[in-house]
């Protein structure tokens, strides 16, 4: 997938998760739309909690079925944004994401199950599936904390923010091959 049709996948996804979310908001009344107004703490929550999260992503590579994604696949695909590209892709998911996933699925179906459909739609492979449940779990417990999606919208930019920037500038060991980006099966949303 070629860097402008990614781009336009972006935009068009995140119109859509807002476009659902909020009118599912609006028809079962959900809290988000009359939640209180954003405090500097829930920002500094918020972004505290995505960079701790952040700073596990090398993790990620102990597993070698993540590290085969991560050199083939989101390291080549991850090079052809550039930084404003990756400025705006950490806005737009990090932002529509959570009003979708924690502003309607948490208030309707409850953390559990919406940090699975979270993990589920994240899921490059069974690690990162995993990862993505966590994530979302997280997310989940910031916005019932804090009640309010700003921290877990700032956590979810920050993390994704801090994710494509590391991508962007790892370092692949010359002998490992590589994917082609428009090969993979499924590209990283968030």
Not at 53 to 73: K, N
Request: glycine share 8%.
């Amino acid at each position: 997938m070629s860097r402008s049709a990614f781009l336009r996948l972006e935009w068009g996804v995140s119109i859509a998760l807002t476009a659902v979310a909020l009118a599912w908001g609006a028809v079962r009344q959900l809290p988000f739309l009359s939640a209180r107004p954003p405090t500097a703490r829930d920002l500094l929550v918020g972004a505290s909690t995505g960079a701790l999260l952040w700073l596990c992503i090398p993790a990620l590579r102990l597993s070698g079925d993540m590290r085969r994604v991560w050199e083939r696949v989101l390291v080549p695909f991850a090079r052809q944004l550039g930084v404003m590209d990756v400025i705006v892709v950490a806005l737009l998911s990090g932002v529509t994401e959570e009003l979708f996933f924690r502003g309607v699925l948490l208030a309707e179906i409850g953390l559990l199950a919406s940090s699975l459909v979270f993990g589920a739609l994240h899921a490059l492979n069974v690690p990162y599936a995993l990862w993505a449940t966590c994530t979302g779990a997280a997310f989940g417990m910031l916005a019932l904390e804090r009640q309010s999606l700003i921290a877990p919208m700032a956590a979810h930019v920050i993390y994704n923010l801090g994710a494509l920037l590391v991508l962007r500038r790892w370092h692949v060991p010359p002998d490992t091959p590589t994917d082609a980006p428009g090969n993979s099966p499924t590209l990283p949303r968030s």
